[in-house]
């Protein structure tokens, strides 16, 4: 091989990077190129003062601690996220949970309970409609006669106790 | 890299923020040292370090293999040095650095050093990659390859034509002086 074909293969023999068939071809052609000794040496120089130049270069002693310091603020940011979805996941399994009970055979006692409730619950409201303004006279007569028979029944139940007691 | 470096991974990979802070000590200069070279200024390869680490530390449960975090982190510095160069770009915000800088003053460099870094600079960014990728981490042809995802044969060619550019700046400068 003549110093044009071998010239190409320099850097991979100062790195290392030949097989081994091509580093004999080189390191023969070199033994007895004066000229190609000359630029071998010079590549390897160059690539001892590249290595000295990229190892001397460090990075800032701060370095670590703002790194972590960001990583410390990554991880508020995302235990913060996880909580706020606490609340979301909460409403989301309550509903679950309410409407599987529905679905399920116990939630059909549950459905007819709400379905009387709700119609009772509309009869009570249209009652001060259908009387119009007698319905505050009406809602203070009940009052006062359920004042007047808790009142009475709490007055038997203490007499019939002082009874017992005197016996 | 040692079983220490791969414990403190997999340690990390669990969710052991003290393991990953010993492996940002552990990488550091490595990840510093592709930034610096590629963007060029010292503020912004602090910036670019920083965010190197931050997006390992997203991502590091991703990685398959523990033995390839190396090859792994120097693909995301690379990459995000490179996006930072075109950014920087996009939206000029200051000129080229003096090299002052560059280097920061973090201490007196050798006048050889002066003019390796200024060669380095000379250099395109595709080639300035594969030798940084090679002088920094110290990676196989192979290895660059797969983190630049190019074939072989195109690192092999890019690191001597780099190699060949680098010896004919200093030999010019040195030529220059003498």
Sequence with gaps: ???????????AYIDGAL???????????????????????????TTFV??????????????????????QALNQTRQANRLSLVPAIAGILGFAIIAAILLSPAGMIIRVTFRLLYRASGGIATVPVLLGHWWVIVFA??????????????LRLLRSVQSEVLL | MDQNDINLIR??????????????????????????????????AEDVTQE?????YKALRKLKDERTFPAWLAQIATRTSLDWLKSKRRHPTTDWESEEE?????????????????????????????????????????????????????????????????????????????
């Design chain 1, 1 to 11: 091989m003549n110093c044009h074909e071998v010239r190409p293969m320099f850097t």
């Design chain 1, 19 to 45: 097989s081994p068939g091509e580093y004999d071809t080189v390191a023969r052609h070199v033994a007895g190129c004066p000229s190609c000794q000359a630029l071998l040496a010079e590549l390897e120089e």
């Design chain 1, 50 to 71: 590249l290595v000295d130049l990229v190892e001397s270069t460090t990075a800032p002693m701060d370095i670590e601690q703002r790194v972590m310091a960001e990583i």
């Design chain 1, 141 to 154: 007569i009940s009052a006062l006669m359920l004042i007047w028979f808790s009142v009475a029944a709490v």
């Design chain 2, 11 to 44: 340690a990390a990979r669990k969710g052991d923020t003290n393991a990953f802070a010993h492996i940002v000590g552990n990488y550091k200069d490595y990840v510093y040292r592709t930034a610096l070279h590629i963007v060029r200024d010292c503020h912004d």
């Design chain 2, 52 to 56: 190197v680490f931050m997006k390992a």
């Design chain 2, 102 to 178: 560059i280097r920061g003053d973090t201490g007196v460099m050798a006048v050889t050093t002066i003019e390796v870094d200024q060669a380095l600079a000379s250099l395109s960014e595709e080639h300035r990659v594969v030798t940084l990728l090679r002088a920094v981490y110290g990676f196989e042809y192979e290895e660059i390859a797969n983190i630049l995802d190019i074939p072989i044969g195109t690192v092999r060619s890019r690191l001597h034509h780099a190699r060949l550019q680098l010896r004919q700046y200093l030999k010019e400068e040195r030529g220059d002086e003498r």
